[in-house]
């Protein structure tokens, strides 16, 4: 065995402690987090870092500027099974209620099923959602 192949044996070995050390982020109940002001029909992109679907597919979190979080409700939303990335396609400067979002296979980038946004209640949020 030669050094080099050691080293990844190694490796090997540790990875699933290294995997296994970080625990999972908790789950959050986007519906029991406080309102931090009145509800939006659109926001500006320009202030949206991100999004991720929290509660089994009943909200989308949406990250912006600075600590800000807004929560969206969304409607028969299904999610697939396996993983998938959210992407929007009618981008004109704003996320608006009933703006579609789809949810794309990562290795094929077909359509798996596809969201729609509800209005944003700006929330306060702790920790990031998982």
Known sequence: MTARSGAIAALLACAPLLLAAAPPAPAIDAGALAATGPARRCL?????????????????????????WW???LAACRLPVRSYIIE?????????RQDPFYLVDPF?????????????TPVAVSSPPA
């Open 108 to 120: 094929t980038r077909a359509d798996l099923t596809y969201c729609n946004m509800g209005d944003f």
């Open 44 to 68: 500006p992109e320009t202030t949206v870092k991100g999004y991720r679907i929290v509660g089994g597919g009943k909200w989308l979190m949406v990250q912006g500027i600075g600590r800000r």
């Open 88 to 96: 929007r396609r009618n981008s004109v400067g704003q996320m608006c």
């Open 71 to 73: 929560r969206s409700p």
